[in-house]
């Protein structure tokens, strides 16, 4: 039986990602440094649904860069309440606060990458080779060799008697390790277009005996970059394009 059909698609995004200044040479999590000088700020995240929904209450963004070794991405999420509980490499993150990476670099739907990572720094990686409303399963094995991650926390993580302004994010991805695609392991020509998407999950939370827990019965907010039109980020085709140019 083939999946349902899908509703009508929302507006997708477009970023212009430039050549870095130079490498990073250590990931500290911070936004603040010169290196990310030259990278401009994305729009900020909207619901995943787009305009079905209101906008988020919590402003998240995103930095992106490159060179012929390495995609750089830098996030930054307003948060009062800095929370994780996962550190264990391959947890289903999505279970912690998080922010998500979603390449694909043919554009084709096929053979996409994932990322997740929570404000512990702990990450899960794997591979697609095509959607799951299409039959696809993950390959969690799969992990982006080379990888660097760093997190600053702007307050104090698993503090519940104090308020936080958020939390930012630094990842160095090596070209090298996506080579499930067609034409992978290389860096972009300049020019060259993915498609790509980012998504924060977030957690209705209360205070209970001075600890952060979730609230039961909630379901999670999904906040993107490019608009979905649905709570579900496996449909590539509705990714946003990023664009990798020299200046």
Not at 209 to 236: C, F, T
Not at 239 to 247: A, L, M, N, Y
Request: net charge negative; hydrophobic share 35%; aromatic share 12%.
């Amino acid at each position: 039986m083939p999946p349902p059909p899908l509703p009508p698609p929302q507006p997708q995004r477009e970023y212009l990602c430039v050549r870095a200044p130079g490498p990073l040479e250590e990931a500290d999590g911070r936004l603040d440094k010169p290196f990310w000088d030259a990278a401009e700020w994305s729009d900020d995240f909207v619901d995943i649904e787009g305009d079905l929904k209101p906008g988020p209450p919590l402003r998240t963004r995103v930095k992106m860069l490159w060179d012929d070794q390495n995609l750089y991405i830098g996030a930054e999420m307003a948060e009062p309440h800095v929370w994780g509980t996962l550190t264990e490499r391959d947890s289903v993150i999505f279970h912690d606060n998080d922010f998500e990476v979603f390449l694909n670099p043919t554009g084709n739907r096929l053979r996409y990458y994932e990322f997740e990572m929570n404000a512990l720094n702990t990450v899960w990686d794997l591979f697609l080779p095509k959607p799951y409303r299409d039959g696809g399963q993950a390959d969690n094995s799969w992990d982006i060799a080379g990888l660097r991650t760093a997190v600053f926390v702007d307050g104090t993580v698993n503090d519940a008697s104090d308020e936080d302004r958020g939390w930012s994010v630094e990842i160095v991805m090596p070209w090298a390790a996506f080579d499930r695609h067609p034409g992978g392991g290389r860096a972009p020509e300049e020019g060259e277009a993915w498609r790509i998407n980012f998504s924060r999950v977030e957690w209705d939370t209360a205070i209970v005996e001075g600890k952060y827990q979730k609230i039961p019965g909630r379901a999670e907010h999904n906040w993107v970059w490019s608009p979905m039109g649905l709570i579900d980020m496996h449909v590539p085709e509705r990714w946003g394009i990023v664009r990798f140019v020299t200046e």
